[in-house]
């Protein structure tokens, strides 16, 4: 492996004879999908593998699919890496920084898409009066579940769990 | 374009935007759509956060959306509400395949033609009936049925006998109906024609480009299929004249399909649309589907020399229409009504989620059913990977919510799609699922190698080209080109109010 005329051998080198070029980016500054998505951008005209290279950086390898590559022509592909990555990397985190708002955006937009319940999900519906496990009191009406302190020796009704009355004497 | 290094580049001022280089500016688009064209030295400014708050392009921003603190979120809402609107209806494009039969040989045939002696591949009454009945069970209020081939007109009998049957149909379900039929024309008599106006079918054909090339690529033997396609597309366009109906507005349209000896020819091509009176122009590249898959070798070319030929053929067609000639490219429009309209037009290759099952499904000749007219063509290829029922046997519910259908429905979502979750034009895009199984193996397609995104993302470059550099006159072109006005006349009688949320224009298999 050679290094590139104009980059920083740490960053990349170059195999001209096997028409690879390999570089290394650092993890704190690129995230994965940042990575990938760079990587990704390059299918058409490379064969691509993205990699850990140690605990701080990926490495990726691009092979471009003609023959025929020169030190020249590799060189370009680091330099439109470096630019795309950067690119990704920007729009990464401007997804991420904003992916609540058009998550709501989109949530908002749709909502009503669906359009009412029909008779076919009607006959699905459970209608029989098969009771069911109600461990909060949910179903329970608020007279059943707070209504009536308990006297003495009473049970405590179901759902009750402290003194409603916050433990007044 | 030029980026900061990635520590000076700031986030929170703005939104979600995304961007991409158009020439020596920057396009930026915000998730509903919304664009702005900047030039560096206002993008280098943007994305740093240093636009002075009482600037002219801070201005900009904030009118447009772009900027966090001026965030009109409920003017974002209806947006994305308007362009993804189609979400909201069932399928309703039902495309009817009466059968495989053509009289005409077409070099690139998509439809697997039969001979005309495969008399088997006539859909029958019956079939027919079911096909109608179940069409009539989308819960869309807007129904388009087509008709499709082979040549429809080869087994007119059974066009008549389900138009018939569908109008009966539709007097107690009151859909919005509309009938179009996708014909070479080449069988069409008088008595045909007459019995078609009359129930208001649309009719749509084929032209490749001037005769010879038109007649090389369509086979008609014995004599030339232009000179067939062509008398009666005046015809038709007479009987509408005669009729009463706005000539601008009532006329043929007519579909290319472009190959390797298209390309060349952009001049002549659009010379031969504007001398026969159409007013569109769909320039669409060839497909992969049917014959096309054996003689692609022969027709295809690289999708950089097909953009060449779109830029010059548009460039004309602009050229022409400053002039006063009305001609549109149909690629343009639907883009532009996507960009300067902000709404939808549900062209149903070019939306996501995609078409297949949710905005459309298409009907063999056999009854079964399919996701889209493509599935059906790999159905006629030998595989059936997108046949998701029988008229004569499903249930709706069970074809809708076919599992191909999700399947498709969220490998088009261009949300969850590498590369285009990125893409700066995510918001107008679309790819067919169906497209990137047959040329990439998987319904997720890998946009990168895909030619369709090639073309797409090519055409869309040029549109902005036009719109961020263009004259005023060439600006006031790309506008008119998103004017919609309603066929209303095609309509069936009982129909109310404004027609559908929009279909896929009616496009001629060849």
């Known amino acids: 492996m050679a290094s590139l005329p104009s980059i920083p051998g740490e960053l990349a080198s170059a195999d ?104 076919d999900e009607l006959e699905d519906f459970d209608f029989s009066n098969e009771a069911f496990e109600d461990p909060l009191g949910i179903a329970m009406s608020w007279e059943d579940k707070y209504g009536k302190k308990a006297k003495a ?16 004497p | 374009m030029r980026l900061a290094p990635l520590g000076e580049l700031a986030t929170r001022h703005a939104v979600a935007f995304r961007f991409r280089a158009i020439g020596d500016r ?7 759509g919304r664009w702005l064209v900047l030039t560096a030295d206002e993008f280098d400014a943007y994305t740093r956060d240093r636009v002075p708050a009482d600037s002219p392009l801070h201005a900009r921003l904030a009118g447009a959306n772009f900027l966090a603190d001026h965030y009109d979120l409920r003017a974002a809402v209806e947006m994305v509400r308007a362009r993804k609107r189609f979400v909201h209806h069932g399928p309703n494009l039902h495309m009817a395949v009466v059968t495989l039969r053509c ?54 009998p059974v066009v008549q006998h389900l138009i018939e049957y ?22 069409m008599d008088d008595a045909k024609l007459e019995y078609l106006l009359s129930k208001k079918v649309q009719l749509c054909t084929s032209i490749d480009g001037p005769a010879p090339l038109h007649d090389k690529q369509r086979v008609l033997p014995m004599a030339s299929s232009y000179d067939h396609a062509s008398r009666w597309i005046k015809r038709i366009n007479d009987a509408y004249a005669a009729a009463g109906l706005d000539p601008t507005l009532y006329h043929v349209e007519a579909l290319l399909t472009t190959t390797r000896a298209t390309l060349p020819q952009w001049k002549e091509v659009v010379d031969t649309y504007v001398a026969l009176g159409c007013r569109a122009l769909f320039l669409r590249p ?92 790999l159905d006629a290829m030998g595989d059936d990977a997108f046949a998701i029922g029988h008229v004569a046997t499903s249930k709706y519910r069970d074809v809708v919510g076919h599992e191909t259908v999700r399947a ?7 949300d969850a799609t590498p590369d285009c979750v990125d893409c700066t034009y995510q918001p107008y895009c679309g790819v067919p699922p169906s497209h990137s199984y047959k040329t990439q193996g998987t ?58 949320p929009g279909t896929k224009p009616v496009a001629p298999r060849p």
Not at chain 1, 153 to 168: E, F, H, I, R
Not at chain 2, 470 to 476: C, E, F, L, Y
């Open chain 2, 286 to 377: 060839i497909d992969p589907f049917g014959f096309a898959a054996k003689t692609g070798p022969k027709l295809e070319y690289p999708r950089r020399e097909y953009l060449e030929f779109y830029r010059r053929a548009v460039d004309y067609m602009i050229e022409l229409h400053g002039r006063g000639t009305e001609i549109l490219e149909r690629y343009a429009a639907i883009f532009l009504t996507k960009i300067l309209g902000g709404v939808d037009p549900n062209f149903l290759d070019v939306r996501w989620p995609a078409g297949a099952g949710l905005g459309a499904l298409a009907y063999g000749y056999d009854g079964r059913i399919f996701t889209c007219d493509e599935g059906r063509m």
């Open chain 2, 408 to 414: 498709v429905t969220i490998a088009s979502n261009l």
């Open chain 1, 16 to 119: 001209v004879a096997s028409g690879v070029v390999r570089l290394t980016v650092r993890e704190e500054l690129y995230p994965l999908d940042a990575v990938f998505a760079a990587a990704f951008t390059f299918i058409k005209d490379c064969w691509v593998v993205v990699d850990r290279a140690d605990a701080a950086h990926w490495a990726i390898a691009l092979t471009p699919k003609t023959a025929g590559a020169n030190a020249e022509l590799l060189e370009q592909w680091v330099g439109g890496f470096a630019n795309e990555l950067l690119a990704c990397a920007y729009r990464h985190r401007l997804a991420k920084d904003h992916r609540a708002t058009v998550e709501a955006v989109t949530a908002a937009a749709l909502a009503g898409a669906l359009g009412p319940p029909s008779l």
């Open chain 2, 26 to 32: 920057v396009l930026v688009t915000n998730p509903e």
């Open chain 2, 103 to 156: 009289n005409e040989t077409c070099v690139y045939c998509h439809a697997s033609r039969a001979d005309m002696d495969a008399v088997h591949t006539d859909m029958t009454r019956e079939v027919a009936e079911q096909t109608v009945d179940f069409i009539f069970k989308t819960t869309s209020p807007f129904v388009t049925i087509e008709f499709q081939g082979g040549e429809p007109l080869v087994n007119f």
């Open chain 2, 443 to 500: 319904i997720f397609g890998r946009m990168r190698e895909s030619a369709l995104c090639e073309v797409y993302k090519g055409i869309q470059d040029y549109l902005f080209e036009k719109l961020a550099t263009g004259d005023a006159a060439t600006r006031a072109t790309l506008e008119r080109w998103t004017t919609h006005r309603p066929r209303e006349h095609f309509l069936q009688d009982g129909a109310t109010g404004s027609p559908g």
């Open chain 2, 166 to 187: 569908a109008l009966d149909k539709n007097r107690a379900a009151k859909k919005q109906l509309e009938f179009t039929m996708v014909s070479n024309l080449a069988m």
């Open chain 1, 153 to 168: 020796g009473d049970a405590a009704p179901a759902g009750s769990t402290d003194d409603d009355d916050g433990g007044a």
